[in-house]
């Protein structure tokens, strides 16, 4: 757990601006078919999420460092041409494919900084720090990676996340024990080390030399819905991308046009207005904006 630091508190700001640039229907539509040829329908929905949601508070700066950056597929979706963008990744299987799209290296946070001699504008942890059983370690090699003004955005769970969806909901009320076991399975399977409320994320940060600036909460109830209902399949998926490679929700690719269309449809209406406050309670993620700081005093 996070240490105490020096209380030089700052307000964070944690409802959504109403100023809000969102992409462009036809942009939206664009991640939507292109997901659908490449993942299962429950990840498609939080990964259209987050691009909804960080064209939102994106710097638009480089050097950009993606950490746990998977096969890089993200970055084909995104306008990202004029610049440079690193990912780093502990599968060696996923960084093949990422040295197609981006300029990506086998590199474990924790141990080591990320591209030594390169300061990076903006750091993106794309669900991807929660993962890290040393997260002081991984923030702090992050830190270093920094340029003097670099921005990092991180999508974390929420710590109630796995108790989300009218099933959980109703096991809490009649049979918490269930509710929880369920709820250790899914973060377990997942593998999430860290599940903390925003303020505790705030605190390990700016321990690691971050101010958080803003956080935000991420979802829907017609999202959290959705992701739910197709988890099943979702599993099944990802087993078999474990033994070749890719989800074969690929296969999808060969699919007309028009056959995908209802299924786009379906996301494209419960992927709508993706941040909320970060205390809501359809939020199944945070949305963390934090600018590099001074390191406290040890």
């Known amino acids: 757990m996070p240490q105490a630091v020096a209380d030089d508190y700052v307000p964070v700001t944690t409802e959504p601006p109403d100023d809000v640039i969102a992409p462009s229907a036809e942009d939206i539509e664009r991640w939507i078919y292109a997901y659908l040829k490449h993942a299962p329908l429950s990840l498609t929905l939080r990964e259209i999420n987050r691009l909804i949601a960080i064209e939102a508070v994106a710097s638009g700066k480089g050097p950009v460092l993606d950490v746990g950056c998977g096969d890089g597929f993200w970055w084909t979706l995104r306008d990202a041409e004029d ?172 699919l007309p046009r028009a056959v995908l269309a209802p299924v786009v449809k379906l996301v494209r209406w419960a992927v709508s207005d993706p941040l909320v406050a970060v205390d809501s309670p359809t939020a199944y993620e945070y949305l963390i904006v934090a600018d590099v700081a001074e390191l406290p005093a040890r």
């Open 83 to 254: 610049r440079e963008i690193y990912g780093i990744d502990i599968s060696a299987r996923e960084i093949a494919q990422a040295r197609t799209r981006i300029h990506a290296e086998l590199t474990d946070v924790s141990r080591e900084q990320p591209f030594p001699g390169t300061q990076f504008a903006e750091i993106i942890g794309n669900c991807s720090l929660e993962h890290v059983p040393d997260i002081d370690a991984a923030l702090s090699n992050l830190r270093r990676a920094a340029a003097p003004n670099a921005r990092l955005l991180m999508f974390v769970p929420t710590p109630r996340w796995a108790f989300q969806g009218r099933v959980q909901s109703w096991l809490l009320g009649h049979a918490p024990r269930v509710a929880m076991s369920i709820s250790g399975a899914l973060n377990g399977f997942f593998q999430h080390w860290h599940l903390y409320d925003a303020k505790v994320w705030t605190r390990l940060l700016a321990q690691n030399g971050w101010r958080v600036r803003a956080t935000y909460g991420l979802g829907s109830a017609r999202s959290e819905f959705l992701f739910r209902a197709f988890m099943p399949p979702a599993f099944v998926e990802f087993l078999a991308k474990k033994v070749t490679g890719f989800y074969p929700s690929k296969l999808a690719r060969f």
